[in-house]
C-alpha cells in the first residue's frame, strides 16, 4: 500500500474474516487493490497486533498476539467499486457497522488501536490457572509441589502455595521457575 497518497475522504472501516486468516485476507486485500489499481482509494491494511511474552515448556518467547481475532481494518474511500472489491476478496465475510453503508471508526478509536498496538512493554501470558497443581523446577525451592495462588501477568510472576513446615506458605515466583503437574 502506498503511504505517500492522501485521500481526504478515506477513512477506516473494520472488515470481518474468518479467524485465524487475518494475515492473508489482508494481503489478498492489498493484492486485490494493486491489481485493480484502486490505492489511491484504498490507502492501508492493518492486522492490528500487539508483542506478548509467551512462557511454553519453560521458555520465554515473544509472539504477535492479534488484537482483534477475525477482524481486519482498512483505510479507504468507500463507493461502489471499493466496497465491491473489497467485499470480492476471498475471506472478506463483511463490513461492520450500518445496514447499507458501514460505518467508519472515528480518529479516535483508530489512535487509540494504534497506540495499544505500540505498547513498549510486551506482557506476559500465563499458560496457567489459578488452582494449577505446579512444581518447582529451579531456584531454592526446586522439587516443591503445591498450586498457584494468584498470578501477575504483567510482571510473569505467581504465587505458589507450597507447604512447608506443616503448612501452607505462599512464595513468589517467575513463570519460568514452574511447570504445570
Known amino acids: ?56 515448556g519453560g521458555k520465554k518467547k515473544e509472539v504477535d498476539e492479534k488484537v482483534f481475532p477475525g477482524y481486519v481494518l482498512v483505510q479507504m474511500e468507500i463507493d461502489d467499486n471499493t466496497w465491491q ?17 458501514p460505518t467508519p471508526l472515528t480518529e479516535e478509536q483508530v489512535k487509540s488501536i494504534v497506540d495499544y498496538t505500540q505498547v513498549s512493554q510486551p506482557s506476559y501470558t500465563a499458560k496457567f490457572a489459578v488452582n494449577d497443581a505446579v512444581k518447582v523446577n529451579d531456584g531454592p525451592f526446586k522439587d516443591f509441589v503445591g498450586k498457584i495462588n494468584k498470578i501477575n501477568e504483567d510482571k510473569g510472576r505467581v ?9 501452607e506458605t505462599p512464595v513468589d515466583l517467575d513463570f519460568l521457575q514452574i511447570v504445570r503437574l
Not at 89 to 97: A, C, D, H, L, M
Not at 159 to 167: A, C, D, H, K, Q
Open 1 to 56: 500500500m502506498s503511504k505517500d497518497k492522501t485521500n481526504d475522504n478515506a477513512k477506516w472501516y473494520i472488515i470481518s474474516c474468518y479467524s485465524g486468516h487475518e494475515d492473508k485476507v489482508a494481503e489478498l486485500i492489498k493484492q486485490s487493490v494493486e491489481a485493480n489499481g484502486m490505492d489511491h482509494k484504498v490507502l492501508d491494511v492493518m492486522v492490528p497486533k500487539q508483542t506478548k511474552i509467551v512462557v511454553q
Open 85 to 101: 472489491l473489497i467485499r470480492s476478496v476471498e475471506g472478506v465475510t463483511k463490513f461492520i457497522g450500518g445496514v447499507k453503508k
Open 159 to 167: 504465587e505458589v502455595l507450597l507447604t512447608m513446615f506443616g503448612r
